[in-house]
């Protein structure tokens, strides 16, 4: 067997541009020019969030403009528009937003004091200008379905009186519409902008500077000689290195697209089927956005939302992060035992000594990070920490390939001003949502009544956010799904009781899963190409691999200790967060086996129900219900093995 290398897995190819979401593969002095104003992003984000004491509100409008200058020349209008070159048409949607920001600039201060925020009739032009060509940039780089939401949002704002029910509401006229969207900071230039022009922004610098150094490759290398020796390995290796990726890159798509090039032929090789091949790449590129420490930049927007620490939001992260990879290794580990499958060969896995030896320092930003988070800098400083400590690292690694040079660091200006644009949009776009929910209520409004429909019953209010949350998150990146259900759904749960930090937690997470959902979803639909399967057939199997992964959340909502935060009227023990890591771990076990339908052999259905309630008991907290589901467990695993040892002469594995 030939192993793909992690060189092959970063080749560039036509799903970089679906990873993308479109983006233009320009040639000759058009590429050269948007590398220009990409370097020139990059330099003015690393000036103005170290190097100057700039006002927020210029930072946000010099910010945006570069984004949208960006987005009209590296994404087309269309299909049909040139992709090598800009078009008469990009070049017009960029004036007009250069124009319409640069008015802006140019006139706060007079707006605001020389006429006392009481604008003009060219501040409405320009205001008007700006979220057209804005709505414009997102349908390009995000996709429609955010343009809609937010033009809805408009037209609500508009003509509420129109509107039926609890949604009806006075109106407001266009006038102060335009004059909260553009000339405040409670619309397109507000909080979500704010953390996009600083903490997301820096790292996405530091991620493109990592990859640059070749830690993607140390990644998928680790993680080929960590697990690729065992039962079912490669599918294994695909977990582990897109949990690394994802936890920097925080894309699915983007993520299925780097490391699945290189695992989902390892995994077709030892023999899986092409459609759980892709099931699990995009199964295990979905984790990624719930990974700490950047946790697809929703951690930053999150913080921000709640009121709390960065540190405190990435702290939370870990236990339900871990619960749902380690999900998915049982979930492969059963599928590979029934299928009696074998890891890779010992001449195809490379050596951990020596790989470390080479790039190993390459780990050290990530320490460093995690470590200045910790001791409670802020995440901007460690931002800034990241990037000084990649290149510093990679200049002492013994594999010279890794040095960041000056053509290297070009490249990482470059991929980071580009890796910006889809995530900053998004911010931007959906500052019109959250202002105009702000106006009218409508957030509060919805929390109260669904709470009210659903009588207070905790369940049924969470299954119908997570239905609400998956719907609305189709198709969008991580940062914009999570803005958008954090606005419209989070509130509900609040409303109902649970902790706010938990009811974010379960929004993002449902939002994160729309992309293995069908019938969008855009993680298993990449991972298909990748692995020449059915598209709607891996969807369907990512779905049912990723089952234990969706109870996770209403563990969370059910037991803050996940968290790491405590339930009301309780404290937070060592204790009490280690006897939860159990449980809910064995539970999770217990669910992949009922679900899988295995254990060492097939389960009857006795067994199969058992190990399912079992699971649930243990995954819902409380020691009577930990008691009851650890004894229904243990009885039909004993149950099982008895049985098989009476009916077949097979040999237990363990």
């Known amino acids: 067997?030939?192993?793909?290398?992690?060189?092959?897995?970063?080749?560039?190819?036509?799903?970089?541009?679906?990873?993308?979401?479109?983006?233009?593969?320009?040639?000759?002095?058009?590429?050269?020019?948007?590398?220009?104003?990409?370097?020139?992003?990059?330099?003015?984000?690393?000036?103005?969030?170290?190097?100057?004491?700039i006002q927020e509100i210029y930072r946000n409008l010099i910010f945006l403009g570069f984004l949208l200058v960006m987005t009209f020349f590296l994404y087309p209008a269309g299909k049909s528009s040139n992709q090598k070159r800009f078009t008469v048409p990009d070049y017009l949607f960029a004036a007009l937003s250069v124009a319409g920001l640069g008015y802006l600039l140019l006139n706060y201060t007079a707006i605001h004091v020389d006429r006392g925020s009481q604008p003009i009739m060219i501040d409405y032009v320009f205001g008007a200008i700006t979220i057209i060509v804005l709505l414009e940039a997102s349908r390009r780089a995000v996709g429609i379905f955010i343009p809609i939401l937010c033009g809805g949002a408009i037209v609500y704002a508009l003509f509420g009186t129109y509107f039926p029910w609890i949604f009806g509401h006075a109106g407001f006229s266009l006038e102060r519409l335009l004059y909260r969207l553009y000339m405040t900071t409670e619309g397109v230039l507000g909080l979500t902008l704010s953390t996009a022009s600083t903490f997301i922004v820096m790292f996405v610098?530091?991620?493109?500077?990592?990859?640059?150094?070749?830690?993607?490759?140390?990644?998928?290398?680790?993680?080929?000689?960590?697990?690729?020796?065992?039962?079912?390995?490669?599918?294994?290796?695909?977990?582990?290195?897109?949990?690394?990726?994802?936890?920097?890159?925080?894309?699915?798509?983007?993520?299925?697209?780097?490391?699945?090039?290189?695992?989902?032929?390892?995994?077709?090789?030892?023999?899986?089927k092409p459609k759980f091949a892709g099931a699990v790449e995009a199964a295990a590129s979905t984790g990624g956005m719930i990974m700490p420490p950047i946790m697809g930049a929703a951690a930053f927007i999150m913080a921000g939302f709640l009121g709390i620490s960065y540190t405190t939001v990435i702290l939370a992260a870990i236990i339900p992060s871990f619960l749902y990879y380690i999900a998915l290794i049982f979930a492969i580990d059963i599928e590979a035992k029934k299928q009696g499958l074998k890891g890779i060969s010992k001449e195809n896995i490379p050596n951990v000594v020596q790989i470390l030896k080479e790039r190993g320092v390459l780990l050290i930003p990530i320490i460093v990070v995690i470590t200045t988070l910790l001791m409670g800098k802020t995440a901007l400083f460690a931002g800034f920490a990241g990037i000084g400590s990649v290149i510093i690292a990679s200049w002492l690694a013994k594999d010279k390939s890794s040095r960041i040079t000056f053509s290297k660091a070009i490249e990482a200006f470059v991929e980071g001003g580009k890796g910006t644009i889809?995530?900053?949009?998004?911010?931007?776009?959906?500052?019109?949502?959250?202002?105009?929910?702000?106006?009218?209520?409508?957030?509060?409004?919805?929390?109260?009544?669904?709470?009210?429909?659903?009588?207070?019953?905790?369940?049924?209010?969470?299954?119908?956010?997570?239905?609400?949350?998956?719907?609305?998150?189709?198709?969008?990146?991580?940062?914009a799904l999570y803005i958008v259900v954090a606005v419209t759904a989070a509130p509900a749960l609040v409303e109902a009781g649970v902790?706010?930090?938990?009811?974010?937690?379960?929004?993002?997470?449902?939002?994160?899963?729309?992309?293995?959902?069908?019938?969008?979803?855009?993680?298993?639909?990449?991972?298909?190409?990748?692995?020449?399967?059915?598209?709607?057939?891996?969807?369907?199997?990512?779905?049912?691999?990723?089952?234990?992964?969706?109870?996770?959340?209403?563990?969370?909502?059910?037991?803050?200790?996940?968290?790491?935060?405590?339930?009301?009227?309780?404290?937070?023990?060592?204790?009490?967060?280690?006897?939860?890591?159990?449980?809910?771990?064995?539970?999770?076990?217990?669910?992949?086996?009922?679900?899988?339908?295995?254990?060492?052999?097939?389960?009857?259905?006795?067994?199969?129900?058992?190990?399912?309630?079992?699971?649930?008991?243990?995954?819902?907290?409380g020691l009577m219900t930990d008691i009851a589901g650890l004894g229904l467990c243990v009885f039909a695993i004993l149950f099982h093995i008895i049985r098989v040892k009476k009916s077949s002469s097979v040999e237990i594995t363990v």
């Open 499 to 621: 902790n706010p930090i938990a009811a974010h937690f379960f929004v993002f997470w449902f939002g994160a899963l729309s992309n293995i959902t069908p019938p969008v979803a855009l993680a298993s639909y990449t991972a298909a190409g990748l692995a020449g399967a059915n598209a709607m057939k891996t969807s369907w199997e990512a779905l049912r691999i990723s089952l234990p992964g969706f109870i996770i959340p209403f563990m969370i909502a059910y037991n803050p200790n996940i968290l790491l935060q405590p339930a009301e009227g309780e404290t937070l023990s060592v204790v009490s967060v280690a006897l939860v890591l159990i449980t809910s771990t064995l539970g999770i076990y217990a669910l992949a086996s009922a679900l899988g339908n295995y254990l060492n052999a097939k389960l009857t259905i006795v067994e199969r129900v058992l190990m399912f309630a079992g699971a649930l008991m243990l995954i819902k907290p």
């Open 1 to 53: 067997m030939t192993k793909p290398t992690s060189e092959q897995a970063m080749k560039p190819t036509d799903l970089d541009k679906e990873a993308g979401g479109g983006m233009r593969l320009l040639e000759g002095p058009y590429k050269k020019a948007a590398a220009v104003i990409a370097v020139m992003f990059s330099i003015f984000a690393i000036y103005s969030n170290g190097l100057s004491n």
């Open 205 to 272: 610098l530091f991620g493109a500077f990592l990859s640059v150094s070749g830690a993607t490759q140390l990644f998928n290398d680790l993680a080929l000689a960590i697990a690729g020796k065992k039962r079912g390995g490669p599918a294994q290796v695909a977990v582990l290195s897109s949990a690394l990726t994802g936890s920097l890159s925080g894309s699915a798509v983007a993520n299925v697209a780097t490391t699945g090039a290189f695992t989902i032929p390892l995994m077709k090789s030892i023999g899986l």
């Open 422 to 479: 889809q995530v900053g949009i998004a911010c931007a776009a959906i500052g019109i949502i959250i202002c105009v929910v702000t106006m009218t209520g409508i957030g509060s409004t919805l929390a109260y009544n669904i709470v009210e429909l659903t009588g207070g019953n905790l369940w049924l209010i969470l299954i119908v956010v997570m239905i609400t949350c998956i719907v609305l998150s189709m198709g969008l990146p991580s940062t």
